[in-house]
């Protein structure tokens, strides 16, 4: 067995192995300098966390993924920011990790940021001066890491007392001014916004502590605070709104299913899709209800925030609504939690559990119905999930 696959199988302790596959083929797939950028506390710097950061590390090196590890960029100290890079070189060596230090006053700093990473080695950036020309946020604009990542200690972000889980950039200035945060947390939130003003691509930010930095990268799970921008859809009351041959493409990637040529025959009733078809919410209508035909998201794009904001839009203008899930659905435990009712049906064409939302309780009965009875729209050697 390669390390690559002994590395993969230990990623099934924080998610499937299957999910950890997929995330590492497909940053493995982007430039070298884009897959990650991690910003470090110097708490991180500390044992023990310090050990769980260079565990994580060593996994990611393993299997050829380099992320850029940033040094100093959310506090001042030349000396610390110094020390600090030379004790996290040191330790990476000792692991066997491969790293080159540099120091982001250096001359041609980007063209050897992508040389290190084209070799497979972890770039250390010192940054001795925070507000020098080659600040963070001229680093993520040179470099467009798909991925922000600042490690600290406290894992994320609180409010009264819970963790927040996600957070779009229009709630932060909000948000902010609600909360108590560090300082080095109220830093990156800045240079969170900075960034956003300027951006021409989408990434995702993420607050996080090493030790849950592989799940961070490779489930959809995290346990730290995701920022990202709210994702932006276009609705229409007819599949005439959208492109046939990407919405086709992206429920058959989503289910990995070939859908019947039919499904287009029934009228939609509503559609939400995002601009870049990473996701979605499709209605139809059964017994002069709107039924839920297909919520999606794919998998590229799951962990990102976007299936709230798909849920929160339809939602908006769909009130009122009932769907059908299989029994081994893993996204089930989402459904439970945003559904008002839920009921198992067995028929000829499965094992189901039927969901509505925001109907009359005159309705539910043949709602529950309508949905159990609703036709198969993928290819009859597949089934419906």
Known sequence: MSIRETVL???SAVGAQHEAKFYADLFARQDAETFAMIILDPRCLKNPLLEALIAALRILSNLQLAPTLVVGALEDGRTSAKFQAQRLARDLDKSGVRASKLNTASYGLIKEV??????GKMPILEMTDRRGKMNLSALVTALQPKKIIFLQPSGGLNENSRRRANLTIAELPDFMERGVFSVGQIRFLDCVMDLEKSANARRSYVIASPLNLLGELF??????TLIRREAKFEIGKSFKSFSRPLLTRALETAFDK????????????RGFIEGDYRGGALFKEQAGLPYLSKFFVLREARGDGIARDIWETSCADVPAFVWRSRMENPFNAWYMRKCDGMQRVN??????????KGLEASDIGDAISAAAAAPDDFGPQNSES
């Open 9 to 11: 199988q230990s990623l």
């Open 114 to 119: 992508q040389k290190t990473s084209l070799a």
């Open 219 to 224: 489930t959809t799970r995290g346990s730290g």
């Open 258 to 269: 070939r859908l019947k040529s039919s499904f287009y025959d029934t009228p939609l009733y």
């Open 347 to 356: 028929n000829h064409s499965g094992d189901w559990r039927i969901f509505w």
